[in-house]
């Protein structure tokens, strides 16, 4: 079927790059998005709720990113918006618009972090996505860490990680725990900071290591 093999390793890329092999996560989206049909993956959006297209992209912006290439990796990332403005699916903007404040907080960016975290969540309240709506409050937080607002980001974070185990994930809380770790020990909260980072390793110990460098 036409499309089906961009879809196929859209699910490749993705569990690579979470797995943090973003070599193997960059071949798996160069392949499909080869593989891409704008007309099949509108017909898949019906079963997958999303589309793979501008979500190959975004993945594969930050995979570009995390080897060396970040200039690359932001033309991916823009790229990505574009294609997903074009397909008018809310939920795949949802995830774009988190996707980007993940790009913008590995560049230290803070007030397009923030504002990506606050993007996220007016879209995924409105759609009642809680994960989403939780990992917009992580992305916010993470704008006010890089900007140095640790005390106004510790308590974005204890939601986001709240909301994250409430849908019964575990994908993500890896990064945010260590966010957390990082904002609490800014502010003198030093046992808690190690107790949080203890718990950031634990989360990743299923196999999540795209963020095990800066953990």
Do not use: N
């Amino acid at each position: 079927l036409p499309g089906m093999k961009a879809e196929a390793h859209w699910a490749r890329e993705c569990t690579s790059f979470f797995a943090g092999d973003f070599a193997t996560a960059r071949e798996h989206a160069e392949i499909g998005l080869a593989h891409y049909d704008r007309a099949a993956s509108v017909e898949f959006m019906k079963i997958t709720q999303q589309g793979c297209g501008p979500l190959m992209l975004a993945f594969l912006g930050q995979s570009l990113w995390k080897l060396g290439y970040p200039d690359q990796g932001l033309a991916k990332m823009t790229d990505a918006i574009a294609m997903c403005l074009d397909l008018k699916h809310p939920f795949t903007q949802t995830v774009i618009e988190w996707q980007f404040g993940q790009y913008d907080d590995f560049a230290r960016l803070g007030k397009q972090a923030l504002e990506q975290g606050r993007k996220t969540c007016a879209l995924a309240d409105e759609l009642a996505a809680a994960f989403y709506s939780g990992l917009g409050l992580g992305c916010q937080a993470d704008g006010l860490r890089r900007l140095g607002r640790f005390d106004e980001a510790i308590p974005l974070l204890e939601r986001c990680l709240a909301s994250t185990k409430m849908v019964g994930a575990r994908c993500t809380l890896g990064k945010y725990a260590g966010s957390l770790a990082e904002s609490l020990w800014r502010v003198g909260r030093r046992e808690e900071a190690w107790k949080t980072l203890d718990e950031a390793f634990e989360y990743i110990s299923s196999g999540e290591r795209h963020m095990e460098a800066e953990l």
